[in-house]
């Protein structure tokens, strides 16, 4: 069906259907965001904690040896490794440009050049932007976003002009490329990878194989990932209502039931 026609299910309504779908393969692969999947977005990046109840899900989730783990985030791979700070799960950072244990330049072939040039670009904004009150430029290495959650809706007009001004060049050189988000506008190298690319990588090079795929995701950028992913996954929109434009198959309304089927998961892991 396409998207948009199916109707959306909370995941928390049909667990009956799950349980079965995972009981025939012996493996699950769990890959999830971060930000307003397993927490609520903060007013500002670097407010975010990481509940502690995930936290102690995930801790417990990743002693299964039939089940890989991987948080997939569009911050930055140190950052997000730095908060969630678990051994035993998988990182990709940078919406999936950089992985746990694999060379940056196997995903981008010249990354030490585009590091520089997205060094260039963030001062560049950090000084053109300093005329629009709250926005925030987070230079993540090989990519960098500008955030505007705290600026004035009449400043945001204001804003898109300078970061269209500053990143012009390197966009009609084929360099970067923009992306939006939530409240965020990224610059990202211009080449064909996102996160259901990095699903991909991540499935056939080091998550586990016959297994169910379970991907939970809030954000645009997610929508890749379900695209990605076949239909017999488990695909998880987080999202206020069942009428979200989504690819996923199902939703659940925040981070809050995020954790009840995380835990759901869990203890059916335990149980059999
Ligand atoms: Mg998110």
Known sequence: MPPGNR???NVLDDLK?????LSKRKNVNLFLDFDGTLTHIASSP?????PQEITSILAKIREFDNVFVAIISGRSFENVKEIINLNGIHYAGN???EISGVKRTEIVPNAAQLVRTINKISEDLNKVLLTV?????ENKSLTSSVHYRSVPASHVPELNRLVGE???RYIDRGIVKLTRGKKVVEIRPNINWNKGKAVKWMQKNIAKKRATNIYIGDDVTDEDAFKALDESAITVKVARDAKVKTEARYFVNNPTEVRYFLQWLLDKAGAS
Do not use: N, S
């Not at 259907?17 to 779908?21: A, G, K, N």
């Not at 670097?46 to 990481?50: A, E, R």
């Open 17 to 21: 259907q799950i349980e079965e779908r």
């Open 133 to 137: 009150p709250g926005a925030w430029v």
């Open 166 to 168: 500053i990143t012009a």
């Open 95 to 97: 919406h999936g440009l």
């Open 7 to 9: 109707k959306l299910k």
């Open 46 to 50: 670097d407010k975010v904690k990481v």
